[in-house]
């Protein structure tokens, strides 16, 4: 025997996952609306990692720490999100 009650709870999850999905790629692209990204230098070890997921290029290392550029930030938090040593967090308002 079909249940019903299943099958549409199976369609609304895979609605909804596809929704989150679009709106996490929305944020990738587009960013995070008046989010400022920051390095903390002290616990930033100049691996690279932040540089190389930035979609904006944002992001570089200069003497051996990474600095954000941020005309070009976009807040996505990609780096932050890649970053081992929690050196990159939001850290205030665009």
Known sequence: MIDNNRIVKGA????VIACLMIILLAVSIYGVAGK???????QCVGC??????????AVVIVRG???INTDKCNGCGLCI????????RYGGEK
């Open 12 to 15: 609304v999850i895979k609605r």
């Open 81 to 88: 999100s890649i970053c081992s040593y929690n050196a990159i």
């Open 65 to 67: 720490k990474a600095l």
């Open 36 to 42: 400022q990204v920051a390095v903390i230098s002290s």
């Open 48 to 57: 690279g990692d932040c540089t190389k997921v930035c979609i904006k290029d």
